[in-house]
């Protein structure tokens, strides 16, 4: 069993920064990519960045120059830093992981979600 733990989220002013982090616990053997996607009200969800095992990262169009997804291989966590926020970042945003448990299976797993609010 697997578990994705998300917290940071919050209520912003626009221009303002939050950091996001998300833990994976349990029967892991490796993970590869991480992920922070995202889900607007009345959108579909999107992919915002990733990572690789080895720190190669990627990122929408619009949050490059603005977020920062960074991982420690070593306590199985992704954070995303997010900074110059807008109302359009508001969504509730999800941490992915792709884990390979102890069975060495490679499964998506997803984490709760946790809000943010760019608002004045």
């Known amino acids: 069993q697997v578990q994705l733990v998300e917290s940071g989220g919050g209520l912003v002013q626009p221009g303002g920064s939050l950091r996001l982090s998300c833990a994976a616990a349990g029967s892991i053997r490796s993970i590869a990519a991480m992920n922070w996607h995202r889900q607007a009200p009345g959108k579909q969800r999107e992919l915002v960045a990733t990572?690789?095992?080895?720190?190669?990262?990627n990122y929408a169009d619009s949050v490059k120059g603005r977020f920062t997804i960074s991982r420690d291989n070593a306590k199985n966590t992704v954070d995303l830093q997010l900074n110059s926020l807008k109302p359009e970042d508001t969504a509730v945003y999800y941490c992915?992981?792709?884990?390979?448990?102890?069975?060495?299976?490679?499964?998506?797993?997803w984490g709760q979600g946790t809000q943010v609010t760019v608002s004045s």
């Open positions: 992915r992981a792709r884990i390979q448990t102890t069975d060495l299976l490679y499964r998506d797993y």
């Open positions: 990572i690789s095992s080895g720190g190669s990262r």
